[in-house]
């Protein structure tokens, strides 16, 4: 499977500011494709994460297409769309992302339920055990630390094997030892058919990675 | 664990958020069933009494005005003893336009061995009465003998059991359905043992002065007025042409508890619609702050594919659960205070009350749990829906 | 103490304290029925105590003893204990509503908190 950015862009609106128009990312093209990881990096503010939500169907460019095997994502209706974000996209975001209700287990078997599959057992527990949160399936969200929570929601991402991985700045809450786990994962991944974007502004990323893009002030570009 | 489970879940795990929810819930259906059972009550204490009074017209002596209040005469029961003589009654009854009459004779007991309350005693004569042997007849099988009484629905004494009365054993014949007025403490029996009962009475209360005959007074005299004759031509008749009687026009007697009745109910009415409105807008404003509060965790379930339909389906079935477990919360309280309580609210109100049936009570709960079923989630929807519409890229972006 | 056992404890004794001096005031009794009176400020008081011990030293005996003393309360006017029973008197209009709404309160409330300590040693 291949995805295609072809000339997206975002601006916002700013209702009081002085320049009232804002280009978060400026059309720019961009391809992933299975087996390879794709670094996007770039300093605070420069529109990666606007270009990665883009990508994964989450935020509607304001100009271009992404388009899925030739197919433009965001011509589909909401339903199928979020079918194909379940099915063929993980996205680890930004912070701590939690449904607090659901234990760290039952928030990492949650795609399952939509995919309508079941959980590879073993594969679920390798992954958290790798990551280094196998003791804490049991527990709650509120429970955990900012890095055990990153943790989580890279495992979500990991255990329902999807075509394509999104992890905005994947290694932003961990120490060493574990942003290199998690980065060795994403390469796994990708190594296994995968297409993965990582968007960071850390070095150490850009060694797990087969092509590397940069980013500044809303514009893409090849180093 | 399946995604339906997920509005369960979030109620389970989060008590205060929930209880908070719930109390306000409860609050609606606490108010909108009390309010219905109050209303309904009184209007159903209104019909029995429209129904019971059969008489246009009663004609009572002017000493009575001095015991009871004339308007409450059936409301709270006549508590008070006054007579005249059945040579009034002749007089009355011969005036234009009346087309039955029949004398009753009221005894108030101070205290029976029932109970330690005051028992209001009716006397009627059986050849004439047009207006208690009706309903008699719905539960007396037989004509009422010598020293036999039917009594009201609160007089708690039970079908062949005796009841004394002025030292007199009665037997009780047959027990009356509720009206909620004052006729359900009533004791009814024939003029015979009324005659046997006031010569007991005389000789143990001091107070009660019938100088004549007992069997030769009457209380109170039912007029039935011709249709050819207006009530109000014929009582005011009586009032100018027979001395020292008073005569009361049972429709007056409805229309003045049907005002206060209307009051009540309106009062009642507004107040429903009051809190109704007050606490919509407080759910609405709950549901509103929590959507706030919980926008990172609706964009994570939209991230891993959540469609924004079921996103509001989670949000509204959430609402629905919470709404569900207020409203039986609610409607528990209702049950346990109006219907404990509700001897003190007839008291309180000084008007006709009646409660539904059991299975009216259980029409209101089940009718007002549908209701709050329909509000609960309509208070969540515009939240439901402002957070399934959000861009979940913006809300990522913001890193909240 | 946990704040469960704090916000049960305190609605358990409110109501308590309702059923206790509402006999002796504004629910009191015909003909000012001392047994009776003195049985329900006992159950009340009694129970408010039992509240008290769940709010420092948390436990199931607590609760499932204040249910029962909740059960005490609706049940001894009329069915323990004789009223009148004239459905006008004092003793049906304040003394028994009163009994039932507060004891059947403190019953719920009672089982809720019981409930939930149970599942709170389960979870531990």
Known sequence: MVLKAEQVSKYYIRPNGVANCFEAVKPCDLTLAGGSVSVLMGRSGSGKTTLLTMLSGLLRPSHGRVLLDEKDIYALADRELSRLRCTHFAVIPQGTGAVSALSVLENILLPFSLIGRTADEKTVLSV??????????????????????RRMAIARALCVKPDFIFADEPTADLDDENSRVVLELLRNAADEGAAVLIVSHEAEAARYGDRLYKMNAGQIMIP | MSISKLPLRNI??????????????????????????????LNSGLRSLENRLGADIIVLPDSARSK??????????????????????????????IAAASGQVFLATLRADCCSMPVQVIGFD??????????IAERAKNDLSLNEVVVGSKVSAGVGESLRIYGISCRVAARLDATGTGLDTAVYCTGETMAVLL????????????????????????????????????????????????????????????????????????LIIGVWALSFLLLAAAFMLLGGE????????????????????????????????????????????????????????ALPFLLPSGRNIMLFAVSTLVCVCIAGPLSAMVSALKLSRADTGIILREGV | MKKRNIVFGLII??????????????????????????????????????????????????????????????????????????EMMRCQVYTRPTAVVTGALIVALSLVWFGLELKHREHT
């Not at chain 2, 006549?78 to 009034?88: D, E, L, R, V």
């Not at chain 2, 014929?234 to 049907?258: C, E, F, L, P, Y």
């Not at chain 2, 919470?322 to 309580?341: E, H, P, R, T, Y």
């Not at chain 3, 009340?44 to 003893?65: T, Y």
């Open chain 1, 128 to 149: 958290m055990e790798k990551l280094g949160i196998s003791h804490l399936a049991s527990a709650q969200p509120g429970e955990l630390s900012g890095g055990e929570l």
């Open chain 2, 12 to 41: 389970l795990r989060h008590p205060g958020r929930t209880t908070a929810i719930a109390i306000l819930v409860a609050v609606l259906s606490f108010s909108l069933l009390s309010g219905s059972i109050l209303v309904y009550s």
């Open chain 2, 68 to 97: 009871v209040n004339i308007d409450n005469l059936y409301l709270q029961g006549t508590t008070g003893y006054y007579y005249m003589s059945t040579a009034k009654q002749e007089e009355i009854t011969k005036r234009d336009g």
């Open chain 2, 126 to 135: 059986p050849e004439t009465d047009f207006t208690v042997q009706p309903w």
């Open chain 2, 199 to 270: 010569n007991a009475a005389r000789e143990m209360n001091h107070e009660l002065k019938i100088t004549t005959d007992p069997s030769k007074v009457v209380s109170a005299v039912y007029l039935r007025v011709d249709p050819a004759f207006s009530v109000e031509d014929v009582a005011n008749d009586i009032n100018i042409h027979v001395r020292k009687v008073q005569a009361v026009k049972t429709r007056s007697v409805i229309s003045g508890v049907s005002d206060s009745l209307g009051g009540v109910a309106s009062t009642i009415k507004a």
């Open chain 2, 294 to 349: 919980r926008k990172r965790e609706y964009a994570v379930l939209r991230v891993i594919g959540v469609s924004r339909k079921r996103l509001s389906g989670i949000a509204l079935k959430e609402a629905l659960f919470v709404s569900v477990l207020g409203g039986l919360i609610g409607i528990a309280l209702s049950l346990l205070i109006v219907l404990n309580f509700h001897s003190l609210i007839e008291k309180a109100l």
């Open chain 3, 13 to 86: 004794g409110l109501m308590c304290i309702v059923l206790a001096l509402g006999v002796q005031t504004f629910a009191k009794p015909c003909v000012h029925d001392r047994k009776l009176m003195t049985l329900l400020t006992v159950e009340g008081g009694a129970v408010a105590v039992l509240a008290g011990i769940g709010m420092i030293r948390p436990g199931l005996k607590s609760p499932f003893l204040a249910a029962i003393g909740g059960i005490l309360a609706i049940l001894t006017p009329g069915t323990l204990m004789k009223i009148c029973a004239d």
